[in-house]
């Protein structure tokens, strides 16, 4: 059995980040599609550009560390999409659409975030600064696009899903 140390922990949790990212790519245009605001489709289909980068920058930090790009089944992604998903069907067509989608696309932002700025520090750590400063760019663009998320629920998602008392 291999020695489980931080390189086996870097490895596994890009495996991880490189399965979520490829996931995510799938789901956005799903979110582009349902979403009210003009606004949001536009974030969200900028976003899957961003997404197709961050996947070719794993495929690069994969490169520098030799190894092949391969997945490994990320069940915190897999269970934010889910949630994603039902908050999709449940408020579809609801004035509270827009609001339940950048919620859900921000719990998948600040996972990401959370895990690029872990693997941005272990990549300095091993020795890889080109691994880490390719992380630090997609570490920025999930913050970036949080930050837009959150910009566009304060500006109108949330009023107009608040517009309607029950």
Known sequence: MAEKNLDSLFYDTLRDMYYAERHILRTLPKLQKAAVSDELKSAFEHHHTETEGQIQ?????????????????CDAIDGILKEGDEHLEEYQDSPAADAAMIA?????????????????????????????????????????TDELLTRIAETEANARAAALKA
């Open 104 to 144: 859900s696309a921000q719990a998948v932002e600040h996972y990401e975030i959370t895990r690029y700025g872990t693997l941005r520090r272990w990549a300095k750590m091993l020795g890889i600064p080109e691994g880490a400063d390719l992380l630090t760019e997609s570490l920025e663009e999930e913050s970036r």
């Open 57 to 73: 920058r794993l495929e690069k930090v994969f490169g520098l560390i030799d190894r092949k790009p391969t997945s490994k089944r």
